[in-house]
């Protein structure tokens, strides 16, 4: 079955320091990927995704992620932390149902909790 | 733009009321969704919407009718709530859901949050 494994439930960084959060799937076919941001209280804001192509991928707020297949991969970084970047990541991925009818359903891993010390 | 709008923020009810949920987008998608996450816990998948059709309701109470009036609105309709419903109720939208893969990403909306008391 189809999973996402988000190994670090929290994370504490200084800011102005990298950032990496990790991600691990389980997924039979070629995975496509998701992460999302959600501020407390807040919707889910799409950093970036992973379709195919290049496995570096651009996002917003100066995030990007690598996808490496060898590893089963989808870690999220950022170069220099900003305080506004305290958050919950989630990392997802699309997973094909079929209800009598082709859906993509989204599968979510367990969320990693971001705080970021002045 | 990538704006999903969702009406109430706020929502509290009791276990007899009857309310109402809605989204709204104008983006031109045709798959709209609705996901029910507990505090600190990932969104659930609650009901998938592919042009204007039901095509998923993932084992959700009856006490959950969700209803979609036309292709830029979801409503989620509430009646005989329990306390333990009480939750971020967020929607989301796609271009399209189970189609080519690029087409599927889901935007969402900021949420209502519903007490049930």
């Known amino acids: 079955a189809q999973s996402v494994t988000q190994p670090d439930i929290h994370i504490t960084v200084s800011e102005g320091a990298s950032l990496e959060l990790r991600c691990n799937y389980s997924?039979?076919?070629?995975?496509?990927l998701f992460w999302y941001v959600q501020s407390p209280g807040q919707g889910l804001q799409l950093l970036l995704k992973y379709f195919s192509g290049d496995t570096l991928v651009q996002g917003i707020k100066g995030f990007e992620a690598e996808f490496k297949r060898s590893q089963s991969s989808f870690n999220l970084r950022k170069p220099s932390v900003h305080w506004s970047d305290a958050a919950e990541y989630f990392c997802a991925v699309m997973s094909l149902m079929n209800y009598g009818g082709a859906t993509n359903k989204l599968i979510f891993g367990t969320g990693t909790l971001l705080a970021v010390q002045p | 733009d990538t704006e999903v709008t969702q009406t109430p923020k706020h929502l509290v009810m009791g276990m007899t009321n009857k309310k109402s949920l809605k989204c709204e987008q104008h983006m031109g998608h045709r798959a709209m969704y609705w996901y029910k996450q507990k505090a600190k816990k990932p969104p659930e998948l609650m009901f998938v919407y592919s042009y204007e059709k039901l095509s998923i309701n993932e084992s959700v109470p009856s006490r959950f009718s969700p209803e979609c009036p036309n292709s830029s609105l979801l409503n989620l309709h509430l009646h005989a709530l329990q306390p333990e419903d009480s939750a971020l109720y967020l929607c989301?939208?796609?271009?399209?859901?189970?189609?080519?893969?690029?087409?599927?990403?889901?935007?969402f909306g900021p949420g209502t949050r519903l007490t049930v008391l």
């Open positions: 989301a939208s796609s271009r399209e859901s189970g189609g080519r893969w690029s087409t599927d990403t889901q935007y």
């Open positions: 997924y039979g076919a070629t995975p496509y």
